[in-house]
């Protein structure tokens, strides 16, 4: 079976490992099990590769997606990838769904400047498939957005915390300035601070000469911060004012410091090493320094961080006494942290992993627990990406054992070493990190050493495995180093993704630090960060208590469409013929329903927007059937574990990109929103025209206009993004403010004046609506009451033209068919091309307008052939300096390879 690789079965002595005995029953239930349960349930993973780490509005995102299973081999489980795109607080901006073949995909999402705005988004890919292992497993990524189209206010904030009392006291620091870098001086501020739409505090200033205003702000209601904005309004003058909101999040806490001891536990007189991490309320990283005392005043240990707030420190606890630390973090503050509590009568497992060779494993006792335990066997196993490579077993007799497993017996990536008593209940774990010289070996050449702007530039590119030419799928980017200027510890790679982070549960900073020409130190920093991290695979507990994971979601193949066909008594109605159309594709099948009325068109292919005709006429007394199709299923998002990635002074950490993304704009010619004013009074669609929403407001107190829905080919995900004070939890819309205090009443939607349920929305587009009223109360509650809800969305659609004639047909059309429906289902993204321009002839002849691109190429389907060889051509732009190539990918094997390549042009 592949989930025993090279298996080494051993026994452990008191120096070394011998021959363990065949007849293990334990061992070999938790071996057998624990393949019976990969085997069933094969965990897929998607990676997503990027044309560059962040974007400004009027960007496109190119993007490639990797699918893959086990041991990053190309997975054939899937044939189908979701892709979404979610602002900072999870509402649905845009979905994709994409065909996977061989393994890979591709597609683009357009950041228009009606549907984006400057802000922090995520991008989460995953497939039906993983949803059995939960969200926990879909790939995440943060994806800043700049705005140097609209946005003529640049800030800079800087946030610190302290304590006034027993008060917490804010100050927050301010810096405008104009797109031209001139500071707005001597301009008034007003400030409030609100948490759930409701205001803590409020004030106001003045810029200095500088453009700088420094706010105070003293908690005095004593309320939490982690979800409290600052929000600003400048008077730029000329009428014209500014707002910002800056989260306070980055000081809500205190810093934070934990310790790990290494296995778990920390047992009297035994010697462990403790691993610490040390971070600041927005979950960075932060360094730290500090000593350990005993109960006696005694300094036992002294520690400081090593890398990003990590490190560690030896100490042999001595039975009866209590041990306190005292740390002092960079920013200055102090404090004094748990220590774990000290257990007896128990053992733990120890992995030195620094030998380049062998893995050294021990298992460290107290003497109470090797009294009591004498004789017994206990079993180890070791795993990679679910395969058992290495098992073992003992018979206690020492407080201390240790034994050398080779490095070469395991591939590179996370190991996971599990200690078990003689009944398969697990003892104690630890992971560490192997790195072998298995990755695919990836080489970039190109046919000049330095260009010119404008030349033409031909890559090539030579992959190989064990010295061997790989087959594979490659992307490959190359970006303007001056205009998208990024630090490489902070990319998400492939490497850093299928290696680590995606069997790693939470947050890990800056994850390419360790695959960035990894050396002794940060092999030694990747073992303590492992030590302070969990693994994210299923637990022993489950696999031998056989409480494996349902599955309740099976592998797509193409894309599906199933409904119901009931008769007039809403029964479902057995063995009724079924008709499916496509018109776009010439396209149609039959199907007949089962004996529940249910039926199903199994991998269909289309492209998003395409409209699907469904039928059911074809029946007797067809008059009296009624047609229904499912709508797309709900998808649950986990909370953004990559909160800690987002970008709050995103105008100044992004100047240098937005600078060149304004000259873009300026050349394309991007045409900002104009108001024009006009003195006749235009009678628009309102909810005032419905008689059962008179009684809301004049105002509504958010507008969602026509200009926000372009493009907007799912109305309930627009809706998500633009109803401003509202959360879509558990496929409802709510009030935003009364859901965090535990108000679970969901709002009403209305269309064209009559209630609808939520789900409706989704087979609506942005075309045809008027206007969306939001409203967040109801002051009368004749509304509330009326329909027991707690808020209202109203969906106003344009009015049709008066005294407008129409025909039988037209009308029929109009008002639908019971036995027949017409819809736009999910269809497959439709792939673009990336944009490339070709220069010939002397550059006087060739086109005037400059070349700002900073994605100068983006290609990915790029396959290399028997030989492991693929080239390509582009031409350069106008921008001088440093190009940076960036090229990944995996061969048919499932070996995985980065490569990064710059070259000069002049």
């Known amino acids: 079976m592949r989930f025993f690789k090279n298996l080494l079965l051993l026994l452990l002595t008191s120096a070394c490992l011998t021959a363990a005995a065949q007849d293990s029953q334990v061992l070999n239930k938790v071996m057998t099990k624990t393949a019976k349960l990969y085997a069933d349930m094969p965990v897929e993973r998607v990676y997503l590769h990027f044309d560059k780490p962040y974007y400004a509005i009027g960007d496109t995102i190119w993007f490639k997606a990797y699918l893959t299973m086990d041991q990053h081999q190309p997975s054939g489980i899937s044939k189908v990838i979701y892709v979404d795109l979610l602002t900072a607080k999870d509402s649905l901006v845009t979905s994709l769904k994409l065909p996977v073949k061989n393994s890979v995909a591709w597609a ?3 950041l228009s400047q009606f549907a984006f705005k400057k802000g922090n988004y995520r991008v989460v890919a995953y497939t039906n498939w993983m949803n059995n292992a939960g969200p926990a497993y879909f790939f995440n990524k943060n994806i800043t957005v700049g705005d140097a189209i609209n946005n003529n206010l640049s800030t800079n904030i800087s946030l610190k915390r302290s304590v006034t009392g027993k008060l917490t006291k804010i100050t927050a620091g301010i810096s405008y300035k104009d797109n031209d870098g001139n500071p707005y001086s001597d301009k008034k501020v007003s400030w409030t601070i609100e948490k759930d739409y409701d205001e803590i505090a409020k004030g106001k200033g003045v810029t200095d000469k500088k453009g700088f205003v420094d706010i105070t702000f003293l908690n005095t209601k004593n309320v939490t911060l982690d979800s409290t904005q600052l929000i600003t309004v400048i008077d730029r003058g000329d009428r014209k004012q500014g707002t910002n ?11 934070d410091m934990q310790f790990f001891p290494e296995g778990g536990q920390l047992i009297g007189g035994v010697p462990s090493k ?17 000593t350990i005392t005993d109960n006696t005043g005694k300094v036992v240990a002294d520690f400081s961080s090593t890398h990003l707030g990590m490190g560690y420190f030896m100490l042999v606890p001595e039975d009866g006494k209590t041990y306190t630390a005292n740390v002092t973090f960079a920013d200055g503050t102090t404090a ?8 007896a009568d128990a053992t733990t497992i120890n992995i030195e992993s620094s030998d380049p060779d062998n893995l050294k494993i021990k298992l460290l006792s107290d003497a109470a627990f090797v009294k009591e335990n004498e004789g017994k066997t206990f079993f180890i196993i070791a795993k990679s990406a679910g395969i058992i490579y290495f098992a073992a077993q003992t018979k206690l007799q020492n407080q201390v054992y240790s034994a050398l497993v080779p490095k070469s017996k395991f591939p590179t990536g996370i190991v996971q070493v599990t200690l078990f008593a003689d009944d398969g209940e697990p003892l104690s774990e630890r992971i560490a990190y192997v790195m072998r010289p298995d990755q695919l070996n990836l080489s970039v050449a190109s046919d000049h050493p330095d260009y010119t702007t404008r030349q033409k530039v031909k890559l090539s590119i030579a992959a190989k495995n064990g010295g061997a030419p790989a087959e594979g799928h490659f992307s490959l980017t190359v970006v303007d180093d001056a205009k998208v200027p990024f630090d490489d510890n902070a990319e998400t790679t492939i490497l850093s993704y299928l290696l680590l982070t995606a069997d790693i549960p939470g947050y890990i900073e800056k994850p390419n630090y360790y695959f960035n020409h990894p050396d002794e130190k940060k092999m030694a920093d990747l073992d303590v960060l492992l030590q302070t991290q969990g693994y994210r695979r299923f637990s022993y507990d489950g696999i031998m208590t056989d409480k494996y994971p349902p599955i ?30 496509i018109k776009d594709k010439n396209y149609s099948a039959n199907t007949v329903t089962d004996v529940d009325g249910r039926f199903r068109f199994p991998n269909l292919v289309f492209s998003d927007s395409t409209q699907v005709f469904i039928s059911a006429r074809n029946n007797p007394r067809s008059a009296d059937i009624v047609l229904s199709v499912d709508g797309d299923p709900y998808q649950k998002i986990n909370v953004n574990p990559s909160t800690p990635d987002e970008i709050m002074n995103i105008d100044s950490t992004l100047s240098a990109y937005l600078k060149n993304s304004k000259a873009q704009a300026n050349n394309s010619h991007i045409l900002k929103e104009v108001v024009i004013k006009d003195t006749r009074i235009v009678k628009t669609v309102s909810h005032k025209d419905y008689s059962n929403l008179s009684s809301l407001s004049q105002l509504p107190d958010h507008m969602i206009t026509p200009n926000q829905l372009q493009g907007c080919n799912n109305l309930l995900n627009c809706i998500k993004v633009f109803a401003v004070g509202m959360t879509f939890q558990d496929n409802n819309f709510y ?12 709002v009403q939607v209305f269309v ?10 989704e087979n609506m587009n942005g075309e045809g609506i008027e206007s969306i009223e939001v409203f967040l109360k109801d002051e009368l509650g004749l509304v509330n009451s009326a329909y027991g ?22 009308f029929k059309a109009l008002i639908g068919s019971k036995n027949e429906v017409t819809i736009t289902p999910k269809g497959y993204a439709i792939k673009r091309s990336f944009y490339l321009p070709r220069y010939s002839g002397p550059r006087g002849s060739q086109t005037n307008q400059v070349d700002t691109r900073s994605t100068i190429y983006w290609n990915p389907n790029i396959v290399t052939d028997a030989t492991g060889a693929a080239s390509m051509e582009y031409f350069n732009a106008d921008g001088v300096g440093t190009y940076r190539v960036i090229v990944e990918g995996i061969d048919k094997d499932g070996n995985v390879g980065r490569q990064l390549f710059r070259y000069n042009v002049k």
């Not at 004094?336 to 257990?343: G, H, N, Q, S």
């Not at 064209?752 to 929305?761: A, E, I």
């Open 336 to 343: 004094t942290p748990e220590m774990p509590k000290i257990l």
């Open 552 to 581: 309740s979601f099976l592998p797509e193949q193409g894309i599906t469409i199933t409904g119901t066909l009931r008769a007039y008594n809403g029964m479902g109605l057995p063995g009724g013929n079924i008709r499916l159309q």
């Open 735 to 746: 009030i935003q403010r009364d859901y965090a205090s535990g108000n679970r009443t969901p």
């Open 752 to 761: 064209k004046g009559m209630p609808v349920d939520v789900n409706y929305l």
């Open 245 to 255: 909101k800056f989260s306070l999040k980055p000081v809500s806490e205190p810093n």
């Open 108 to 110: 683009d999402i357009p």
């Open 789 to 810: 809800t707690n808020g209202a969305i109203v969906v106003n659609m344009k009015k049709a033209p008066e005294g407008q004639k129409i025909s039988l047909a037209e």
């Open 274 to 290: 403790i691993a610490f991490k040390a971070l600041k309320p927005d979950g960075l990283g932060i360094d730290v320094k500090g």
